[in-house]
């Protein structure tokens, strides 16, 4: 078997790819991008952030997970404690076509308490693949999914997630069958509010096909609210097919010790198709 390996250096732009034929790793604006074998299966031990480590990235950020990729820990499209893109018209899309994920998906990047990781410009989250008329897509995720940040920080303009395909559990995809594809599906972040830097942006799910079976769909976020009391923004879930136990047009904020999640403007619920138990317009 041959092997290539190309290192090349980027302050400007992100671009993370994880297949059986390739494997990057972004970190600080270093990208380093190895093409190997057909039969090499990709594992990283740990996290997998499309941003930097301490240091920004300027320009877009892009995560792509195909074939039998394993990621052990989460994915993020933003930086850890380092910012992604400088204004409005960068972007920031994590795309997760196949492969494994053992913890959580996040739009958004990885802050703390004293270090907020904002992402400027539009996140999309993809799980799956739109083709242009059909989807496809065949990742097994042991987590969450969120559009937003995890701990600290947020995007700074709209969010979308996109859940089009996942590899999927056995029966007809009937409320009789047992278990669920995706445990837990969020527009908002995790214990990290959602407040872009102006009045009327979005949170967007959409779950797309009958395919899709999620136990948990929330517009909003986990212990976390979407906008303030003076940055107004809106949550917009649109169910097009799929089992799904629970959907709440907001967030989730039950739990001892959960501070809440509230919404900030507009809360909108679409459902056009599919199998639907509990539905709530408001958080839980």
């Given amino acids: 078997m041959t092997r290539k390996k ?18 990057g790793m972004m970190m600080g604006g ?12 990709v594992v990283v031990n740990g996290n997998v952030f499309g941003g930097g480590n301490a240091a920004d990235v300027t320009g877009n950020s892009t995560v792509l997970m195909q074939d039998n990729a394993t990621v052990e820990t989460d994915v993020y499209g933003g930086g850890a404690l380092a910012d992604v893109g400088t204004n409005n018209s960068n972007a920031t899309t994590v795309t997760i076509e196949g492969g494994t994920v ?18 400027n410009g ?7 693949k739109d083709n242009g008329g059909s989807v496809s897509g065949d990742a097994t995720i042991g987590g969450a999914v969120f559009g937003c940040n995890n701990v600290n920080g947020t995007p700074k303009d709209n969010v979308f997630v996109n859940i089009y395909k996942t ?4 029966g007809v995809n009937t409320v009789s069958d047992n278990g669920f594809a995706l445990s837990e599906v969020f527009g908002g972040g995790n214990k990290a509010a959602y407040l872009p830097a102006t009045t009327g942006k979005v949170t967007t799910v ?10 948990y769909v929330y517009g909003g976020g986990n212990a976390a609210d979407v906008g303030n009391s003076t940055t107004s923004s809106a949550t917009d879930v649109i169910i097009d097919g799929g089992r799904i136990e629970w959907v709440f047009g907001g967030g989730n904020g039950a739990g001892a010790g959960n501070p809440g999640a509230n919404v900030f403007g507009n809360v909108t619920v679409d459902y056009h198709a599919g199998e639907i138990t509990y539905l709530f317009g408001g958080s839980n």
């Fill in 6 to 23: 190309y290192i090349a250096m980027k302050y400007n732009k992100a671009f993370f790819a994880l297949s059986r034929w390739c494997a």
């Fill in 30 to 41: 270093l990208l380093v991008f190895g093409t190997f074998g057909a039969s090499a299966q």
């Fill in 102 to 119: 053992g913890g959580n998906v996040y739009g958004g990047g990885l802050g703390n308490a004293g270090t907020a990781a904002l992402v």
């Fill in 122 to 128: 539009v996140v999309t989250v993809n799980i799956g």
């Fill in 167 to 170: 590899a999927r559990t056995g």
């Fill in 206 to 215: 959409h779950i797309y096909t009958c395919d899709n079976t999620i136990q």
